[in-house]
């Protein structure tokens, strides 16, 4: 099975960037599909990112514009790139991934977690 990694949280001001990253080991990473998923206090996890295993890639209307996510099949990772980001962007930043075919923003669809990354946006 595969363990996951993020990093590359931290504090940003208000319009600032920050580059996340989802290290994979025990499996290639391309063997999954991966989700980028945000957990702010007292709130679910939601859906932010993804990418299926066939490379397509798929976000949530409050990131599209500002937010990419890629795979670098050589280094095992997934990243998801942030932009303008806002204060309501703040919360604790997770990677799943699910064996499927297809990309779902349902977190219960994810077999496999990392421990998060926490972001937090001043404004």
């Known amino acids: 099975q595969v363990q996951l990694v993020e990093s590359g949280g931290g504090l940003v001001q208000a319009g600032g960037s920050l580059r996340l990253s989802c290290a994979a080991s025990?499996?290639?990473?391309?063997?999954?599909?991966v989700g980028w998923f945000r957990q702010a206090p007292g709130k679910e996890r939601e859906f932010v990112a993804g990418?299926?295993?066939?490379?397509?890639?798929n976000y949530a209307d409050s990131v599209k514009g500002r937010f990419t996510i890629s795979r670098d099949n050589a280094n095992n990772r997934v990243s998801l790139q942030t932009n303008s980001l806002k204060a309501e962007d703040t919360a604790i930043y997770y990677c799943?991934?699910?064996?499927?075919?297809?990309?779902?923003?349902?977190?219960?669809?994810?077999?496999?977690w990392g421990q998060g990354t926490q972001v937090i946006v001043s404004s």
């Open positions: 990418i299926s295993r066939s490379g397509g890639t």
């Open positions: 025990g499996r290639t990473v391309s063997s999954y599909g």
């Open positions: 799943g991934a699910r064996t499927d075919y297809g990309m779902t923003p349902n977190p219960k669809s994810y077999a496999y």
